[in-house]
């Protein structure tokens, strides 16, 4: 992959605070499997006064893509770090530092150099990390919900407040995954097929219940892949599907997606109450129950999981995604 060297140059010198005149680079794919190119870029750079200094630096390039349900996520990082919302972080909540973000002549690709972080993320955050997450998570929404920053109005491209409602209601049309929750041929206990199948018959008045929720600004993909501990503040990457959403969303996902299955029902519990502690912070409002966040975590992961078991390659596979739907199970049973 080709870098122009005058753009390099422009980077790093906002970057490292200094007149970078030349730099080399080696570029170092990241995150396969994205939808994005996210690319490592490293080297050497060299200032006005011959110093020379080393670099790590993240460039990421998206092409324009379509997203069911939300046509505009291919460019929304861009559009947010065009944006003010920099400016609404805490000291120890922000998403990576953006040095530069281009958008092509044509309109249909986007280019963002950012920070590169460095820190514990994925299966390696504790449950120290994970409480430490959703209590900065919340006070961050609280700080929104309470202040209501203008700027925030004025970003067009968020995704809306039925997001959630709309995706449950795409995947639950899927008769692969409805029928087979349904059918004498499912191989789940009868107790997790009742468990999908009661929330499907409830539906209604579960998103009766979240539409009174606060509406607060969502990163919607709040996983343990996009959560770095580094020097004590959570960064957060990948706002591509940030938008509006019910209070307790995003606790969700920290929860259930590709998360630590055996410690499920543990930080369930633990990161319900710090998100609730953050939040209240800045804004005294009734909080969404822990059943309200049990709920939610079956409308968002409930029939994905069921897809996965069914696609998986191996039983081990399978097993794990069983699994994850009994302690969702356990999680309501201990509520």
């Given at each position: 992959?080709?870098?122009?060297?005058?753009?390099?140059?422009?980077?790093?010198?906002?970057?490292?605070?200094e007149d970078?005149?030349?730099?080399?680079?080696?570029?170092?794919?990241?995150?396969g499997?994205t939808?994005?190119?996210?690319?490592?870029?490293?080297?050497?750079?060299?200032?006005?006064?011959?110093?020379?200094?080393?670099?790590?630096?993240?460039?990421?390039?998206?092409k324009?893509?379509?997203?069911?349900?939300?046509?505009?996520?291919?460019?929304?990082?861009?559009?947010l770090?065009?944006s003010?919302?920099?400016?609404?972080?805490?000291?120890?909540?922000?998403?990576?530092?953006?040095?530069?973000g281009?958008?092509?002549?044509?309109?249909?690709?986007i280019?963002?150099?950012?920070?590169?972080?460095e820190?514990?993320?994925?299966?390696?955050?504790?449950?120290?990390?994970?409480?430490r997450?959703?209590?900065?998570?919340?006070?961050?929404?609280?700080?929104?919900?309470a202040?209501?920053?203008v700027?925030?109005?004025?970003?067009?491209?968020?995704?809306g407040?039925?997001?959630?409602?709309?995706?449950?209601?795409?995947?639950?049309?899927?008769d692969?995954?409805?029928?087979?929750?349904?059918?004498?041929?499912?191989?789940?206990?009868?107790?997790i097929?009742?468990?999908?199948?009661?929330?499907?018959n409830?539906?209604?008045?579960?998103?009766?219940r979240?539409?009174?929720l606060?509406v607060?600004?969502?990163?919607?993909?709040?996983?343990?892949?996009?959560?770095?501990?580094?020097?004590?503040?959570?960064?957060?990457?990948?706002?591509?599907?940030?938008?509006?959403?019910?209070?307790?969303?995003?606790i969700?996902?920290?929860?259930?997606?590709?998360?630590?299955?055996?410690?499920?029902?543990?930080?369930f519990?633990?990161?319900?109450?710090?998100?609730?502690?953050?939040?209240?912070?800045?804004?005294d409002?009734?909080?969404?129950?822990a059943?309200?966040?049990?709920?939610?975590?079956?409308?968002?992961?409930?029939?994905?999981?069921v897809e996965?078991?069914?696609?998986?390659?191996?039983?081990?596979?399978?097993?794990?995604?069983?699994?994850t739907?009994?302690?969702?199970?356990?999680?309501?049973?201990?509520?």
């Amino acid at each position: 992959m080709g870098i122009n060297a005058e753009t390099l140059a422009t980077v790093l010198s906002k970057m490292l605070g200094e007149d970078i005149v030349r730099a080399d680079y080696h570029t170092q794919q990241l995150h396969g499997g994205t939808l994005g190119d996210v690319r490592l870029v490293t080297g050497v750079a060299e200032t006005t006064t011959g110093e020379k200094q080393p670099y790590k630096i993240v460039l990421k390039t998206q092409k324009k893509w379509e997203r069911y349900g939300d046509p505009g996520s291919w460019r929304r990082e861009y559009d947010l770090y065009m944006s003010e919302l920099h400016t609404a972080f805490t000291c120890s909540f922000r998403a990576p530092e953006c040095y530069l973000g281009k958008m092509n002549a044509g309109e249909d690709e986007i280019q963002l150099w950012m920070e590169y972080i460095e820190g514990v993320s994925g299966l390696n955050l504790t449950g120290d990390m994970y409480e430490r997450a959703a209590m900065e998570l919340g006070r961050f929404q609280g700080k929104l919900y309470a202040e209501k920053p203008v700027f925030l109005t004025n970003i067009e491209n968020l995704s809306g407040v039925d997001y959630v409602k709309n995706f449950y209601l795409h995947y639950r049309s899927w008769d692969v995954v409805y029928d087979y929750v349904r059918s004498d041929g499912c191989e789940f206990p009868r107790h997790i097929s009742k468990m999908l199948i009661d929330i499907d018959n409830n539906a209604e008045d579960i998103f009766k219940r979240i539409e009174k929720l606060p509406v607060v600004l969502c990163h919607r993909d709040f996983w343990v892949a996009n959560i770095f501990f580094s020097k004590n503040e959570i960064v957060l990457i990948d706002w591509d599907t940030a938008g509006w959403g019910y209070l307790g969303e995003d606790i969700a996902s920290l929860i259930a997606d590709e998360a630590d299955v055996e410690h499920m029902a543990e930080y369930f519990n633990r990161c319900i109450g710090a998100y609730d502690k953050g939040f209240s912070e800045y804004a005294d409002v009734s909080f969404v129950a822990a059943n309200c966040i049990w709920e939610q975590i079956l409308l968002l992961f409930g029939y994905g999981l069921v897809e996965w078991y069914l696609h998986a390659a191996t039983d081990e596979e399978k097993a794990v995604h069983l699994n994850t739907l009994q302690k969702i199970y356990e999680m309501k049973k201990g509520d």
